[in-house]
């Protein structure tokens, strides 16, 4: 399975950026996908994730700002980030569950899935 993010870059803050994933092979879940951030010495936060069992898609620190969607045609994953924040200054993992997992979907097992080297987002003014 391979998994290629794109779309990082620099925000001010209440900017927006567009991140985009592709995911391709087999052996993965294309009906557990997401997005998780990293930031610098700070636990893996699964942040938005399509067909997963938590009570909301989003995580509460995003909720409300950032959108994710996939395009079934392109078999292409996206993040619409709106309203950034300093506070969402992080690496940006998309995440494809394996077809094997034994993980229930939900945005905590995000960071288990497959996925790719990341996008750098950072937001400053």
Same mark, same amino acid.
């Given at each position: 399975?391979?998994?290629?993010?794109? +779309?990082?870059?620099?925000?001010?803050?209440?900017?927006?950026?567009?991140?985009? $994933?592709?995911?391709?092979?087999?052996?993965?879940?294309?009906? $557990?996908? +997401?997005?998780?951030?990293?930031?610098?010495?700070?636990?893996?936060?699964? !942040?938005? !994730? !399509?067909?997963?069992?938590?009570?909301?898609?989003?995580?509460?620190?995003?909720?409300?700002?950032?959108?994710?969607?996939?395009?079934?045609?392109?078999? &292409?994953?996206?993040?619409?980030?709106?309203?950034?924040?300093?506070?969402?200054?992080? &690496?940006?993992? $998309?995440?494809?569950?394996?077809?094997?997992?034994?993980?229930? $979907?939900?945005?905590? &097992?995000?960071?288990? +899935?497959?996925? +790719?080297?990341?996008?750098?987002? &950072?937001?400053?003014?």
């Amino acid at each position: 399975v391979q998994v290629v993010e794109s +779309g990082g870059g620099s925000a001010q803050p209440g900017g927006s950026l567009r991140l985009s $994933c592709v995911v391709s092979g087999s052996g993965y879940n294309s009906d $557990c996908l +997401g997005w998780f951030r990293r930031a610098p010495g700070k636990d893996p936060e699964g !942040i938005a !994730i !399509i067909g997963g069992d938590d009570r909301s898609p989003y995580a509460d620190s995003v909720k409300g700002r950032f959108t994710i969607s996939k395009d079934n045609v392109e078999n &292409t994953l996206y993040l619409e980030m709106n309203n950034l924040k300093p506070e969402d200054t992080a &690496t940006y993992y $998309c995440s494809a569950a394996a077809s094997s997992t034994r993980y229930a $979907c939900r945005r905590y &097992t995000l960071k288990f +899935g497959y996925s +790719g080297q990341g996008t750098q987002v &950072t937001v400053s003014s």
